[in-house]
C-alpha cells in the first residue's frame, strides 16, 4: 500500500505493526524486504517524489487516529530522500505527542543494519556530526 493513499483511520492500520519504506527498497533489496515485511503492515512512499512534510503530517495523523502498535523505518543507506524518512517518522511521533516504538533499519550492500534514535536525532544536527568527526569518530565512506 502507498503511505499517501491510505485512509488514517484504515482497519487495516489500527494498533498494527507498521513498516514505512522508501519505495526505491523493493526495488533494490527484494529478498530482504520480502522477509522484513513479514508480520508488518507495508506503507511504501518514495521522498523524492513527496515533500517531507506532506509524509511526517500523514504519519503523525496515522499515529494519532490508528495507535499503532509499533513504526519500523526501512530505507536504502546513503540516500539524502530516504534520510528524510527516518526523521519524518521521529517528527511526527513528537507531533503525536506518542510514546509508540519507532525502530529504524537501513540497507548498506544489501544487508541489514539497525540505526539507534539517537543516530537519527544526530543526523537532524550537522555541528553535531562535525564535532563527532573531529574526535575522531569518523565513519568510512
Known amino acids: ?65 490508528s495507535d499503532p502498535k509499533e513504526i519500523t523505518v526501512l530505507t536504502m543507506d546513503g540516500s539524502p530522500h530516504c534520510l528524510q524518512l527516518h526523521l519524518a517518522a521521529e517528527q511526527a511521533k513528537r507531533i503525536a505527542k506518542s510514546e509508540v516504538n519507532v525502530r529504524h533499519f537501513v540497507i548498506e550492500e544489501g544487508k541489514l543494519v539497525e540505526i539507534s534514535q539517537d543516530a537519527v536525532e544526530t543526523a537532524r544536527h550537522l555541528s553535531q556530526i562535525q564535532k563527532l568527526l573531529e574526535k575522531g569518530k569518523s565513519a568510512s565512506f
Request: aromatic fraction near 6%; hydrophobic fraction near 40%; glycine fraction near 6%.
Open 1 to 65: 500500500m502507498e503511505l499517501l493513499s491510505t485512509n488514517v483511520k484504515s482497519k487495516v492500520l489500527r494498533e498494527g505493526t507498521l513498516l514505512l519504506y522508501g519505495t526505491c527498497v523493493e526495488a533494490e533489496a527484494s529478498e530482504v524486504f520480502r522477509e522484513f515485511s513479514k508480520g508488518r503492515i507495508p506503507l511504501s512512499v518514495c521522498l523524492e517524489k513527496e515533500h517531507m512534510d506532506k509524509v511526517g503530517f500523514k504519519i503523525a495523523t496515522i499515529i494519532m487516529t
